[in-house]
């Protein structure tokens, strides 16, 4: 399976602020994915990111709070944006070669203060 | 809608227990697939196990079996003989091939809310 690394791994931020988040794939891949972990929850699909157009935003999710880049098939960002309390979360990118199993990365905990 | 089901919240049991991981799923689709992710302390989501709907054999790997039965749309997963690194959040998914009705992305993934599995010595 292919190597997934996330940056930043946790960070503290303050409320009104963003936060960028990088996932980086050693290997091309078909599909990239963004999930949110909530505190004590299970994981809820943001978007999937699409490379070359605009990502595909789930339900209850917007892309002006959630903007994702995606430049190439290896690499993609999620920001954060105007974060608050309710932000606090951990923020895990998928991805997958096809339809195939998706694969994690190690997540980046948030705190917003 | 897609849904996921794990009633138990939480389990205890102590070391070379068995014990097994009730999984409920609904789905409109005919092609589908089942997942069970492990999410130890480290909050790192392992890989366990893909099926796909046209494939209801059973399997195991070592110490893990899992039961696939469409008839009752379940998917559970039994751990024998369990060990404390067992300890974990395990999570059963599905994924549809079809896009949802209103709108979103095919082959996502729709997670249970997960069960805490507490192994003691």
């Known amino acids: 399976s292919a190597v997934i690394s996330q940056k930043p791994s946790r960070d503290i931020c303050q409320r009104g602020t963003s936060l960028t988040i990088q996932c980086q794939v050693d290997?091309?891949?078909?599909?990239m994915f963004w999930y949110r972990q909530q505190p004590g929850q299970s994981l809820t699909l943001i978007a999937t990111?699409?490379?070359?157009?605009?990502?595909?935003?789930e339900s209850g999710f917007v892309i002006d709070k959630f903007p994702i880049s995606r430049p190439n098939l290896t690499f993609s960002t999620l920001t954060v944006s105007n974060m608050s309390p309710e932000d606090s979360s951990i923020y895990l990118c998928?991805?997958?070669?096809?339809?195939?199993?998706?694969?994690f990365g190690p997540g980046t905990r948030l705190t917003v203060l | 809608a897609q849904k996921v089901t794990q009633a138990q919240t939480e389990i205890s049991v102590v070391e070379k227990e068995d014990v097994t991981l009730d999984c409920v799923y609904e789905?409109?689709?005919?092609?589908?697939?089942l997942f069970w992710y492990k999410q130890p302390p480290s909050g790192e989501l392992v890989f366990l196990i893909r099926?796909?709907?046209?494939?209801?054999q059973n399997e195991i790997s070592g110490r893990y079996s899992w039961n696939f039965q469409k008839s009752t749309s379940s998917f559970n997963f039994t751990i024998t003989a369990s060990q404390v690194v067992d300890s974990a959040v395990y999570f059963c998914?599905?994924?549809?091939?079809?896009?949802?009705?209103?709108?979103?992305?095919?082959?996502?993934?729709?997670f249970g809310k997960g069960t805490l599995l507490t192994v003691n010595p």
């Open positions: 998928s991805v997958s070669a096809s339809t195939d199993t998706q694969y």
């Open positions: 290997s091309q891949v078909t599909m």
């Open positions: 990111a699409n490379q070359g157009s605009e990502a595909t935003y």
């Open positions: 789905t409109r689709d005919t092609t589908y697939y």
């Open positions: 099926r796909n709907s046209f494939d209801e």
């Open positions: 998914a599905l994924s549809e091939s079809s896009p949802p009705l209103g709108g979103g992305s095919n082959y996502k993934l729709t």
